[in-house]
């Protein structure tokens, strides 16, 4: 059963950079079928993807974001990570990571998701 | 603003059935999905593709699209069904992803 599960800071500081790391389990993020996806929400809104990536390095980010977002893989480590720079108070949300099917546009499955506070 | 738009609160009588919608161009061209998050919890895809269910959803969840709009009926609405819903598709480029804005759904 293919699992999902992120890890990294819960605190950063304003203007500093986000790191998340998302380890892949029962299954291998060398998928040809699949992309990885980071999706985040803010505390009590709505669900907005930040980006995927191919095992092969091929990615798409938001346009809103493109400028400050990186999206990277480790294979060896079944791992795909999350960078995004520069932060502010309007990042603050759950991170959560998951398997994307790019073209039939779905999701599954879901990280638990990680809560990233941006403050000083 | 997204450019899939879905009502904001949706509610049902316990075992009614309720459609949850979702709007856009992009729906004529892409796939939809659908979410379901309850609150603290990571959503859960419970539709995508023309009509298809993950293992494990009820079949009481049905999906359907027709023109711009993308529907998420409920037959029979359960007390656990009560959660907010998200559609997924393609932005209207179509190059990349959205989502929609959420329907809260309430069971009464």
């Known amino acids: 059963q293919l699992q999902l599960q992120e890890s990294g800071p819960g605190l950063v500081k304003p203007s500093e950079t986000l790191s998340l790391t998302c380890t892949v389990s029962g299954g291998s993020i060398s998928s040809t079928s699949y992309y990885w996806g980071w999706i985040r929400q803010p505390p009590g809104k709505g669900l907005e993807w930040i980006g995927s990536m191919y095992y092969s390095g091929t990615t798409y980010y938001i346009p809103s974001l493109e400028s400050r977002v990186t999206i990277s893989v480790d294979t060896s480590k079944n791992q795909f990570s999350l960078k995004v720079r520069s932060v502010t108070a309007a990042d603050t949300a759950v991170y959560f990571c998951a398997r994307h099917d790019y073209g039939f546009n779905w999701f599954d499955p879901w990280g638990q998701g990680t809560l990233v506070t941006v403050s000083s | 603003s997204s450019e899939l738009t879905q009502d904001p609160a949706v509610s049902v009588a316990l075992g009614q059935t309720v459609r949850v919608t979702c709007q856009g161009d992009?729906?004529?061209?892409?796939?939809v999905s659908w979410y379901q998050q309850k609150p603290g919890q990571a959503p859960v895809l419970v539709m995508y593709g023309k009509n298809d269910r993950p293992s494990g959803i009820p079949d009481r969840f049905f999906g359907s699209t027709s023109g711009n709009t993308a529907s998420l009926t409920i037959t029979g609405a359960q007390a656990e069904d009560e959660a907010d819903y998200y559609c997924n598709s393609r932005d209207s480029s179509g190059d990349h992803v959205a989502f929609g804005g959420g329907t809260k759904l309430t069971v009464l």
């Open positions: 992009s729906l004529r061209r892409y796939y």
